[in-house]
T-cell receptor, first 112, second 115 residues
């Protein structure tokens, strides 16, 4: 039962343009959400997070938006750079416990 | 500061065998979590250890077991290996008490192939 879903396995974007990666979740107990970035042969690295009390969190070129009513979050990267090419995982955790639930990932390719 | 390291990098086993994977947490981190990432899937939480005690477990059978040592390094043991156990096994450490706000630092993973 996949509680966190990333329905786009891949995305290609031109350098300098905006990349939008989407994530949907089903568990209404999730109240903290994270994005991780993964390069080949490396472990995922934390990118940005958002608590359910917010609807937006920004860190440099990266912004995460949360729509609780739609159970949807998105990661915006502006402007996209070739070094952003990686697999991006969305993750969520409930307000009880410490288990993180990951999506299946979206492979982003930024074309120079 | 040394990051999270895992050994071995790759491993090939046959069905029914047992395997032990190792993880050294980042300096100062007392919490270790283990994840299984099958091909084309996201990481799935196996269990977490905090100060040498299991502190949460995902939907994995008892043949997946673990240990955390006084230096906070950890082992993942899998008995009676099945073909579906073939995956990348990731270890992640985090500082202080486990919590959502504590960033997890992942190791590069161990690629296990079961034939």
């Amino acid at each position: 039962d996949q509680q966190v879903k990333q329905n786009s396995p891949s995305l290609s974007v031109q350098e300098g343009r905006i990349s939008i990666l989407n994530c949907d979740y089903t568990n209404s107990m999730f109240d903290y959400f994270l994005w991780y970035k993964k390069y080949p042969a490396e472990g995922p690295t934390f990118l940005i997070s958002i608590s359910s009390i917010k609807d937006k969190n920004e860190d440099g070129r990266f912004t995460v938006f949360l729509n609780k009513s739609a159970k949807h979050l998105s990661l915006h990267i502006v402007p996209s750079q070739p070094g952003d090419s990686a697999v991006y995982f969305c993750a969520a955790t409930p307000n009880t416990g410490n288990q993180f639930y990951f999506g299946t990932g979206t492979s982003l390719t930024v074309i120079p | 500061e040394t990051g999270v390291t895992q050994s071995p990098t790759h491993l090939i086993k046959t069905r029914g065998q047992q395997v032990t994977l190792r993880c050294s947490s980042q300096s100062g981190h007392n919490t270790v979590s283990w994840y299984q990432q099958a091909l084309g899937q996201g990481p799935q939480f196996i269990f977490q250890y905090y100060r040498e005690e299991e502190n949460g477990r995902g939907n994995f059978p008892p043949r997946f077991s673990g240990l955390q040592f006084p230096n906070y390094s950890s082992e993942l043991n899998v008995n009676a290996l099945e073909l579906d156990d073939s995956a990348l096994y990731l270890c992640a450490s985090s500082p202080r008490h486990p919590g959502r706000d504590n960033e997890q630092f992942f190791g590069p993973g161990t690629r296990l192939t079961v034939l």
